[in-house]
């Protein structure tokens, strides 16, 4: 068992789709960490997220070498092992909470960082009442990341620009290629992006044109209702105007029915629905409708895993956040979130603000209708505004025989302590 | 008209599929041509290929400024339009081999410089004739393009090398995205990648893992007939020992059948087939028959198009082929195709030779057995080494805002000097 003295470790556990900088993150709490020994111990990273604080099974990050943790700072993915689960609350399973304690104190841990979304900052809310609830003293700081930008109150999410960035170089390159087939084949060009209920990421395609680059890109999100006339009517007069055109359809656009468009499409031989995504379903209307030759592509997991294309200011804002979520934890706070606080556009600023996690949990941040154009398939000056900053920079990771050279922790367990087993539900 | 002792003109044009790196190629051509105005004139490129030779839609590349001309090095796609249109044999239709003597003559034209794949090799073959056939003196060179790097003597094909440096950048990327969500969520990704008749870009997924970073890959070759079975039992046993695997599927496997897998897939709702790639056919097998929860990607055009993370090695060929193509036109030599001879690959090293189009039009280049695992779902040693130098080093284009700066030319008209029109068939 630890002193009584010694410091309190720290739980850090990744939750949640993983990102290209949410090991960013990580790299900012652990080597922060590892600069207040006095105060913080270890950091010790639950495997597979919060499952890892559920059964014990801790990384001691104390193992890793300096170098290997700075790696993280340009590794895509999560690098302890991220989880989808989702803690009930205390009155609907208690056991996982006196579990989470008996856990925390065999382990000497006094602070708990978890880095995720919205449903993860409802689990980092609850995991910071436990000093109230069950008397266990625990601060409990969540670090934001999600590549659906969609928490409240932080300007932006880490994650969400490299995503961005992704897809707007994505959109810039295809339709070049697009417009030298257009004359004798392919006319248009569909690509299918994430977000099934906020467009921001489809709203990225959209800087793939601007003032020094003119293309024709036609956006399609989730938050317009889709209308295949209006649509069609679009993609012909560009088509007309520039001889082809690219389509970025966020995967979670609806019919007027309310039914995603992915499902209205294929059914296998079986009978199985949905094959293929929304992609494919927009690319034969395009054909059956207009007669235009297509190709379309899904960026699935590329988009959110390309970190040799990220974007340099969403990996300092995710180090950041990491760094601030210890300082926080440090300065004796809990129950909150670093945000990222926009001070000016022009050149860009920005600086770390904080949230309180009661104002965080569970709210989606959608994009702002006037950051869609008024025919509902563009992006307004304002979003360009927004948008414009969060891709800005490269942050190249190292490369060796022309391949990123990405970190592959040791993650050595922490001896467990306990000997009951615990269930997941 | 030009001058009887003017040096002649030379006509370049892109044909087929493009890349990231033809118009390195083009850079090449037209900056060499420009060091040797004495015997060169100008660089005249067809709007959309030779089709631009046949509708007399020239692009005097004279107008661009060498600023213009050297960002083609970093700029994707064919900045003169490209077209699939492949003429016929002189017996089948003299009339299109008449008109280009025609368009030829009256623009001073002595040199064809033709950049493209097998199909084009076999045009710029019967262009190279014309002397012969037709009384009509010109020097045909081919420039060789294509990412299908199904070209024969050369020892690889510019454009492939960049897109397997996406492939395998990609495949490593999304590799570490599904490990980190595998505990609970997807177990299997599978990205289907180009190449309907040979496996050199699906090869090029196996170069994920290596033997610093050990990766669960399974690739499924259009060389290798598909068995469900087998594959299944690979993906199974890749999962029991990893917790996940990743697939990269070539769009041309076929089962054995010998039907594209892609086609046994999806019927849309009206009974139109085949609205999905071959990605979501596998996922769904992998579903059904292990329980896998799977995510799927088709880069499409995004691979070829990804200027963004180009392969140094690449660049260099490319640029390298367009100017000892012009170098052979000013040595004097016809119904050529300047080749990578590599000496060594350890230093990798290669050197131009040259080959003789009648060896290089309309032969494809298989992958080599010895090249593909025995059990059929990996590369080889012998594969590795010839791959790896070819992916080797990064090319960044600019960036301005977040987004790489790609050229986009004035394309300026030669004007017309016929009064007859030419219609395509």
Known sequence: MAKKDAPKNAFYAQSGGVTSVINASACGVIETARKHRGKIGKVYAGRHGIIGALTEELIDTSKESARAIAGLRHTPSG????????????EENRAEYERLIEVFEAHNIGYFLYNGGGDSADTCLKVSQLSKTLGYPIQAIHVPKTVDNDLPITDNCPGFGSVAKYIAVSTREASFDVASMAKTSTKVFVLEVMGRHAGWIA???????????????????????????????KVDAMVKKYGYCSVVVSEGVRNPEGKFLADAGAKDAFGHTQLGGVAPVVATMLKDNLGLKYHWAVADYLQRAARHVASRTDV??????????VQF??????AVMPTVVRSSNKPYRWKIGEASLSRVANLEKKMPKNFITKD???????????????????????????????????????PKKLDSEFKLK
Chains 1, 2 share one sequence.
Do not use: H, W
């Not at 990225?204 to 295949?228: C, N, W």
């Not at 934890?329 to 809990?334: I, S, Y």
């Open 79 to 90: 690098a302890f092992g991220s989880c989808r689960y989702k803690l009930k609350s205390l």
């Open 203 to 233: 709203a990225a395609g959209g800087l793939a044109s601007d003032e020094t680059t003119e293309l024709p890109v036609v956006i399609l999100f989730p938050e317009v209702v889709f209308d295949q006339d209006k649509f069609l009517a």
């Open 316 to 325: 300092e804002q995710a180090y950041a956040m990491g760094k601030a979520a």
């Open 329 to 334: 934890a440090l300065a004796g706070k809990n």
């Open 376 to 414: 509902g398939f563009g992006i307004t000056q304002r979003c360009r505004d927004y948008l414009a900053p969060l891709i800005k920079g490269e942050d190249y990771p190292p490369y060796r025989n022309g391949l990123p050279q990405y970190v592959q922790l040791k993650n050595v367990a922490v």
